[in-house]
C-alpha cells in the first residue's frame, strides 16, 4: 500500500518565503493528455527564465495557490453559485474605469517539471484550475500566486497511481487553501493580498 501523505500543506499563519511566487502568460496547449488520459485538464504556461527567473533554480514538483484568468471562461454550473462554492470569485480589475476587465479567480494545483511518467524532454509548467469549465481557454491570459510546495515530481508503475496521487494533491489544496491565512482578501474569506492576480497591468 502506498504511504499515507498529509493532507495539508504549510503553517496555519500563511506562506513563508520565498512564496508566494508569480508567474504569468498566455496559456498554451500542451499534448492533451491531461484531460484526455487523466481526467484533470492542465493548462500549460511557457517556462522562461527571462519572463519567470525563479522558474530556473525552482525544484521539479507539484505546487499550489491561486490562478486568475481574463477573459473569464464558460463554467458548466450557475456562476455564482458554484464559484462561492469553490472559494472562486469574479472581479473587475479597476471599478472606477470604464475599459475595466473581469478576471475570475480560483484555486490551482500546478505542476513544474519533466514528467517523468511520461519522459517528457522539456520542463513543463502546468496548471489544473479546480473548476469545471465547458471550454478550453488557450490564449486566455492567466496570472499564478504560487503560495506553496507539496510534494516532488514522481515517476509512476501505472497511469492509474498517477491519476491517485493528482486528486491526492487536489484534497490537500483545498485544505490548505481553506485557511484565513491563505485565502484571499478578493474572496473575502482570508487575509491573503491577492490584489497582483487582478491588476489592470500586473507590474
Ligand atoms: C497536480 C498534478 C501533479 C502531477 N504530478 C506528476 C508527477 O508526479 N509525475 C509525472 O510524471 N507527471 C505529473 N503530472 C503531470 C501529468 O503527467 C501531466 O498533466 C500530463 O503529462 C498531461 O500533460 P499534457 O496535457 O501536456 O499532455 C502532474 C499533473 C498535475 C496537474
Redesign the pocket.
Known amino acids: 500500500m502506498a504511504p499515507t501523505r498529509p493532507s495539508i500543506v504549510g503553517l496555519s499563519t500563511g506562506p513563508e518565503p520565498p512564496y508566494p511566487l508569480r508567474m504569468e502568460g498566455k496559456v498554451i496547449k500542451?499534448?492533451?493528455?491531461?484531460?484526455k488520459?487523466?481526467g484533470?485538464?492542465?493548462a500549460?504556461l511557457p517556462v522562461d527564465g527571462n519572463l519567470t527567473p525563479w522558474i530556473v533554480n525552482i525544484k521539479s514538483?507539484?505546487y499550489l495557490g491561486w490562478v486568475s484568468l481574463c477573459p473569464v471562461p464558460s463554467s458548466h454550473a450557475n456562476q455564482p453559485t458554484t464559484l462561492s462554492e469553490t472559494g472562486a470569485t469574479t472581479m473587475t480589475s479597476d471599478a472606477t474605469q470604464a475599459s475595466s476587465r473581469k478576471f475570475s479567480i480560483y484555486p490551482m494545483?500546478?505542476?513544474i517539471?519533466?514528467?517523468?511518467?511520461?519522459k517528457?524532454k522539456e520542463r513543463?509548467a502546468?496548471?489544473?484550475v479546480l473548476h469545471e469549465f465547458v471550454t478550453t481557454f488557450y490564449g486566455a491570459e492567466m496570472r499564478l500566486l504560487i503560495t506553496g510546495f507539496i510534494?516532488?515530481?514522481?515517476?509512476?508503475p501505472t497511469r492509474e497511481a498517477?491519476i491517485e496521487?493528482?486528486a491526492i494533491?487536489?484534497e490537500v489544496v483545498r485544505n490548505s487553501l481553506d485557511r484565513e491565512a491563505w485565502a484571499l482578501r478578493e474572496t473575502g474569506k482570508g487575509t491573503l493580498d491577492g490584489s497582483w492576480l487582478t491588476r489592470e497591468t500586473p507590474e
Not at 517539471?113 to 511520461?118: A, H, Q, V
Request: glycine residues 12%; charged residues 30%.
Open positions: 500542451g499534448f492533451g493528455r491531461g484531460a488520459e487523466l484533470f485538464p492542465t500549460n514538483g507539484v494545483v500546478m505542476s517539471g519533466y514528467n517523468k511518467f511520461y517528457n513543463s502546468e496548471v489544473h510534494r516532488e515530481e514522481k515517476d509512476y498517477l496521487d493528482i494533491d487536489c
